[in-house]
Antibody, heavy 120, light 109 residues
Framework: EVQLVESGGALVQPGGSLTLSCVASGFTFSGYWMHWVRQSPGKGLVWVSRINTDGTTTTYADSVKGRFTISRDNVKNTLYVQMNSLRVDDTAIYYC?????????????WGQGTLVTVSS | ENVLTQSPGTLSLSPGETATLSCRASQRVSSMHLAWYQQRPGQAPRLLIY???SRATGIPDRFSGSGSETDFTLTISRLEPEDFAVYYCQQYGTSPLYSFGQGTKVEIK
């Protein structure tokens, strides 16, 4: 069974930094592209970032480009996102997500999410 | 920018009825790259449909997807109590690389 467990969410002041982690199990982590997707309270889903299987290719939404860095450790089966220069509108639940192995672009398995609150 | 617009915003139906949800793209989307998700209150989203019409593992056959190019539909037949939730469509491949519609809430009438 695929399990994705996020951690690291916290209350942080505007301009601050935070790193989220996602520990994966139940599948061959190193074989899958991975994503972060976020959801502000009461709002819809917003794609944040993705990383390829070996960590050499990363892509970001314009809203986080230059502030967030996605990375992975295939030995530890862990996905990360380092978030700098946090803004109030970064407040959201952050989900760790697997991408479909066969290239459909669908986001197949989701963690339960970790809450990041940016507030003074 | 390819914008996905879902309609209606809210659908009020009774158990046993059929829900028809629309997702319209402002630019053409490959059918291979259109997916639907369900999100129940307090839960993470769950993949229902990928490649416009293929059901994900474990999804009941009362869920079906159709459409092409700019118009896609999710149909939920014989609504069960657990089907009352928010549904999102999602595309991959056009700018922005991944994007979601704003969601349709299916509520109990």
């Amino acid at each position: 069974e695929v399990q994705l467990v996020e951690s690291g969410g916290a209350l942080v002041q505007p301009g601050g930094s935070l790193t989220l982690s996602c520990v994966a199990s139940g599948f061959t982590f190193s074989g899958y592209w991975m994503h972060w997707v976020r959801q502000s309270p009461g709002k819809g889903l917003v794609w944040v970032s993705r990383i390829n299987t070996d960590g050499t290719t990363t892509t970001y939404a314009d809203s986080v480009k230059g502030r967030f860095t996605i990375s992975r450790d295939n030995v530890k089966n862990t996905l990360y996102v380092q978030m700098n220069s946090l803004r109030v509108d970064d407040t959201a639940i952050y989900y760790c997500v697997t991408e479909n192995y066969y290239g459909t672009g669908s986001l197949d398995d989701w963690g339960q999410g970790t809450l990041v609150t940016v507030s003074s | 920018e390819n914008v996905l617009t879902q309609s209606p915003g809210t659908l009020s139906l009774s158990p046993g009825e059929t829900a028809t949800l629309s997702c319209r793209a402002s630019q053409r989307v490959s059918s291979m790259h259109l997916a639907w998700y369900q999100q129940r209150p307090g839960q993470a989203p769950r993949l229902l449909i990928y490649s416009a019409s293929s059901r994900a593992t474990g999804i009941p056959d009362r869920f079906s997807g159709s459409g092409s190019e700019t118009d896609f539909t999710l149909t939920i037949s014989r609504l069960e109590p657990e089907d009352f939730a928010v549904y999102y469509c999602q595309q991959y491949g056009t700018s922005p690389l991944y994007s979601f519609g704003q969601g349709t809430k299916v509520e109990i009438k």
